[in-house]
């Protein structure tokens, strides 16, 4: 909340000659008692393209300044015609009035102003050098450009909410800028990439595991067929015993040996389950529950 507010500004002589003074009657209230004065300025935007040739017309301290409404007299020179470009004197342009304190500006008022002579003839066909004592200002004081600024005033908490207090170790922090959404990002990638590769593996381990549990595969089957014609074609040529009993042993030779190739397959179907690959899946399942 601003401790001074701008009331009205009127320009007194208006219109008048280019060389003649400014004159504004200011209104503004004051709402508590202030330790410093009020400083008023006037400036003159002598060019459209350049700051370079403004002039500050006048400046005025107002202080004491009692809680109320108060009102005062303004006045300025005329700006410095040798500091105003030729082709700038003529034509429209702008004034500032502009007031501050401790060295803070609170309120801006902009004014526009039309520079030309006081004659028909002379702006159909002004001269190469200009008349100054037949130009006339005319300040468009119906259409001012206010602008205020929430600034401190004499108490900390008069300070607007859009300027903190420094904060001497907040330099001293580390920005989290590379690593804002780090976490998420990580999780995204494990969600994104880690469950599809968990559950084909899964599968696969799963397929594994059912096939040598299950028992031999086709061509185990038939290589033990394989070898049971040949181990009996065998003992045929060598034994002297009758048919019955050479059957009688190959086929006990073929169950010791299709038993042992099937203990082997168990145990090459639980070496899966004991390396882990079936029980992976919920490993990485309750680590992505985790994040």
Known sequence: MSVVSL???????????FSAQYEFEITFECLEQLQKDLEWKLTYVGSATS???????????VGPIPVGVNKFIF???APDLKRIPTSEILGVTVILLTCSYDGREFVRVGYYVNNEYDSEELNAEPPAKPIIERVRRNVLAEKPR???FAIKWDTEESAPAEYPPEQPDADV???DGATYGADEEEELAEEAQGEPAVKAEGEDAEMIGADDTAGPSK???KEEDDASDAGSEDLEAESSGSEDDDIEEEEGDGDADEDMEMG???EKGANPASNGHPAEPQHHGDAVMVH
Do not use: C, F, M, Y
């Not at 009331?7 to 000659?17: C, D, E, Q």
């Not at 700051?51 to 301290?61: I, V, Y």
């Open 146 to 148: 206010v602008t205020r």
């Open 51 to 61: 700051s370079e040739h403004d002039q500050e017309l006048d400046s005025l301290l």
């Open 7 to 17: 009331l009205g500004v009127k320009v007194l002589n208006n219109p008048a000659n």
């Open 219 to 221: 061509d185990a089957v």
């Open 75 to 77: 006045e300025a020179d």
């Open 173 to 175: 922090v580390e920005d």
């Open 264 to 266: 082997e397959d168990a």
